[in-house]
């Protein structure tokens, strides 16, 4: 038995995808609890609800119709790849102009004036695929969603009992993109900027002693980024994989008092962390390649996070 915290990073998630496929794909493999945040939040509320409905099979089946609904749903956007870029076979959007435009457009002006009918076919999409009413009352797999509190600053963890489409959206609210989540009088942005996964939830109320973190976004690249989309691509690294190594030092410090007898291992289960990542595969793909939806991008991200889970 294991748990999966599944990271957030755009399209990127059909790396996770794949790996998804893989795991359930494994009649010996079953799965208590998942944490997710943005990408990482729809894979797994996606997956808690194929299991409900259909098993490991059904699972699959429904992270292929989500992530073939999120291609279809952005075929006519402006975030498109150039003939050259085709042609050269690079996935990034470096040189879109739709990607330029709406990348310094955003740096000026806010998304409360670009999008005021705030418009995400992103919500729609969930909401059509996932039966909402379903997740909150089944007993199934443990589910934990992370979104940011935009007025505490706070991390706020969204559990399968209180399961929305807009917990879901919250954890995937990029500001700069998107207008913040309001739920219960309180707005929200990312879940990744303080928790990309969170992993407490998992150790604290899953028995599990497995946990495997899915990650998307490299941590050590070898060459320093000298050109400004370099620059740009390496902070966005950095940003969202900050609270996943303050998290992971924490708990190796709470392993360690353990260990020396400081502390009861009942408080906190001695947790076998276990990594899967493509950090070769993906250090290529700079940030403007996150909102790539083509399919063929997305079926190639699934195909290497299935292979390397796979080996």
């Known amino acids: 038995m294991i748990e999966l915290a599944l990271q957030g990073g755009g399209s990127h998630g059909a790396f996770t995808w794949g790996v998804l496929d893989r795991l359930l794909e494994d009649d010996r493999i079953l799965i208590e609890g998942i944490s997710g945040t943005s990408a990482g939040a729809m894979n797994a509320v996606v997956v808690a609800d194929g299991l409900d409905r259909g098993g490991k099979e059904g699972a699959r089946e429904a992270l292929a119709r989500f992530w073939t609904g999120v291609s279809e749903a952005g075929r006519f956007s402006p975030f498109q790849r150039t003939p050259l870029d085709r042609l050269q076979g690079r996935w990034t959007l470096d040189n879109s102009p739709g990607y330029i435009f709406f990348d310094l457009l ?37 589910l934990f969603v992370a979104a940011t509190n935009v007025r505490t600053g ?42 990309n996964p969170a992993l407490f939830p998992l150790v604290e109320e899953c028995r599990a002693r497995d946990l495997v973190i899915v ?59 276990h990594r899967i990542n493509a950090d070769v595969e993906l250090e290529p793909l700079g940030v403007s390649s996150k909102v790539n939806v083509e399919w063929a991008f997305l079926k190639h991200l699934h195909d290497v996070g299935y292979r390397i889970t796979e080996a």
């Open 154 to 195: 706070k991390q706020k963890i969204f559990r399968r009992e209180e399961m929305t489409a807009d917990m879901v959206m919250a954890s995937a609210c990029l500001p700069t993109i998107f207008q913040a989540v309001e739920i219960d009088g309180e707005a929200y942005w990312d879940g990744g900027y303080m928790g």
């Open 106 to 142: 955003s740096r000026m002006v806010s998304p409360y004036q670009i999008n005021p009918m705030n418009i995400n076919p992103l919500r729609d999409l969930i909401a059509e695929l996932v039966d909402f009413e379903h997740v909150r009352h089944a007993e199934g797999i443990k």
């Open 215 to 273: 990650q998307i976004n490299p941590i050590v690249r070898q060459r320093i980024p000298r050109k400004a989309a370099d620059i740009m691509n390496r902070l966005n690294e950095i940003t969202f994989n900050t609270s996943l190594i303050k998290e992971i030092r924490s708990l190796s410090l709470l392993k360690k008092l353990i260990e020396v007898g400081d502390l009861e291992e009942e408080s906190y289960k001695d947790a076998l962390f």
